[in-house]
């Protein structure tokens, strides 16, 4: 009668286990011979319920990377015409009829064929092996992306549901109203992205108008361009020649009358002449600058000038009816 496991310790158990041929004794404890004290199963310590992490020796060395037998630049490794060619045969001419060969050669013709064949046998095989480990690989991956599919297109459990802390529909990421916000933000910035695209695409005809006018206004002026040494006389003579036979150019008519050149405008002016404007302009600013301070001095300090310009202000508006 095999004993109830649940009943007794596991010492106990042990040890009826291992004599249970025998008369069972009216001592439950442990006996010695059965159970010792170096024993880890002396002293009765219940184990849990998730079993302990396999221990694996490690070796010591370092195994070489496996070679890979099929590489993908050769997808007809393990087909029949590959093993045919592999393990091809001598040509008959090449061939040595059976009786002349000596017992070595004869040796050497039974060892390539048994070579042959085993070539033949280990490709079909370790392709077979591959092949199967690949289906299974995939129907595995396969399985897990339909369980994981499932598990996210579950509904929510009752319980669940019925004990989760309240959450708003604002905070709640799946959620009609989050999902219509969502919606509402990728709807403004893609209306924001395509007005940006129309912005740059009419800036970039604007800029091509531009081009296209200024390209226009100098093929239309190309025709007074200088292009020869004739030309070139010609517009020389027009701008720098004073004869008065010639007739007067309307750039060059000043206050002294018409010319036919620009010298028509008299000397160029030196740089003395340069020189003096500049500190003229300079002494005149200052002094105008002067002038201007002190009249707003005195203005600021005339109580009269200001009274005076009040009335003038008022007489203004009401001779013009509006506000000065």
Same mark, same amino acid.
Do not use: C, G, W
């Given at each position: 009668m095999e004993p109830i496991k649940g009943s007794i310790c596991r010492s106990c158990r042990q040890r009826l286990s291992t004599q249970h041929h025998k008369a069972r004794p009216f001592s439950t404890s442990a006996t010695r011979r059965v159970v010792p004290p170096e024993s880890p199963h002396y002293v009765d310590i219940p184990s849990s319920y998730q079993p302990y992490m396999p221990y694996f020796k490690q070796q010591k060395g370092t195994l070489p990377v496996p070679r890979e037998l099929f590489p993908a630049s050769r997808p007809d490794k393990g087909s029949p015409e590959y093993l045919t060619n592999a393990t091809a045969d001598p040509l008959d001419k090449n061939k040595t009829p059976t009786h002349k060969l000596t017992e070595p050669a004869r040796h050497r013709t039974k060892m390539s064929e048994v070579r042959k064949s085993q070539l033949r046998e280990g490709l079909t095989g370790l392709h077979a092996r591959k092949e199967a480990e690949i289906n299974t690989m995939a129907r595995a991956s396969r399985a897990k992306q339909l369980q994981r599919d499932a598990l996210l297109k579950q509904s929510e459990r009752e319980d669940a549901r019925l004990?989760?802390?309240?959450?708003?529909?604002?905070?709640?990421?799946?959620?009609?109203?989050?999902?219509?916000?969502?919606? /509402?933000?990728? /709807?403004?910035?893609?209306?924001?992205?395509?007005?940006?695209? /129309?912005?740059?695409?009419?800036?970039?005809?604007?800029?091509?108008?531009?081009?296209?006018? /200024?390209?226009?206004?100098?093929?239309?002026?190309?025709?007074?361009?200088v292009t020869t040494e004739k030309q070139l006389d010609e517009m020389i003579r027009k701008q720098f020649d004073s004869d008065p036979n010639l007739t007067s150019h309307a750039d060059f008519e000043t206050t002294r009358g018409k010319g036919t050149s620009m010298w028509n405008f008299g000397p160029p002016d030196s740089v003395k002449d340069m020189v003096n404007e500049a500190t003229n302009k300079t002494r005149n600013e200052s002094m105008a600058n002067a002038m201007g301070r002190i009249i707003k001095d005195t203005v600021a300090t005339s109580a009269k000038f200001r009274k005076d310009q009040e009335r003038m202000r008022k007489i203004a508006e009401k001779l013009s009816g509006g506000k000065m």
């Open positions: 004990t989760n802390v309240s959450t708003t529909k604002e905070m709640d990421p799946n959620s009609t109203t989050s999902l219509a916000a969502l919606e /509402a933000e990728v /709807a403004i910035t893609k209306k924001l992205h395509e007005q940006k695209l /129309a912005n740059l695409e009419r800036v970039q005809a604007e800029k091509d108008a531009i081009k296209m006018d /200024a390209l226009h206004t100098l093929y239309m002026n190309a025709r007074k361009f």
